[in-house]
């Protein structure tokens, strides 16, 4: 199942209120990624780190935590036979490379559009990184530039955003 985390760059913390959200979120002041993708580069920097999960994981947070329950796995990616061909998947490299790219579902976006946001404003650099690991997804991490908030939610509705990938974001000028 998947991880998905928001890691606020250079932030001292948000005190979210799992109260206000619909998704189940932990709350870390350490960037230690749950997976292994995109640990070592976050181990490296400082900030505050969201860690999203299923609804179900709101009380109970010490068990499995993916998030998979937000997902909208009927998105059918465009180019998909196009990214497939030729790619291994099997048990050599975790059966890695079935799915390419994914949409939230309608119901969860508002949770981390506003996420999305409090970690920017947090962040004295108006900086954040969005990341995906999942082990399905490609075999190799990706990291992507993304102008702000509203091109990387231009980019998720038109055509999916990318598993495995780290989205650098920033603050809209």
Do not use: C
């Not at 048990?91 to 559009?113: G, L, P, T, V, W």
């Amino acid at each position: 199942m998947p991880t998905i985390e928001i890691a606020s760059i250079n932030s001292t913390g948000f005190d979210l209120n799992q109260d206000d959200f619909d998704v189940a979120i932990i709350e870390e002041k350490k960037l230690e990624s749950h997976r292994g993708l995109f640990y070592d580069f976050l181990l490296k920097q400082k900030g505050t780190i969201i860690h999203i999960g299923n609804p179900e994981f709101k009380t109970d947070k010490d068990s499995g935590y993916f998030a998979g329950q937000i997902i909208d796995w009927e998105f059918e990616d465009p180019d998909f036979d196009k990214k497939r061909k030729g790619l291994k998947s099997n048990q050599d490299n975790s059966y890695a490379n079935q799915d390419f790219k994914f949409q939230f579902r309608q119901e969860y976006k508002n949770d981390i559009n506003r996420i999305l946001e409090i970690a920017i404003d947090n962040s004295p650099d108006n900086k954040i990184y969005f990341l995906t690991d999942y082990q399905f997804g490609p075999e190799k991490e990706n990291f992507k530039t993304v102008e702000d908030l509203r091109t990387f939610w231009e980019n998720h509705d038109n055509g999916g955003l990318n598993w495995n990938t780290l989205y650098k974001l920033k603050k809209e000028k």
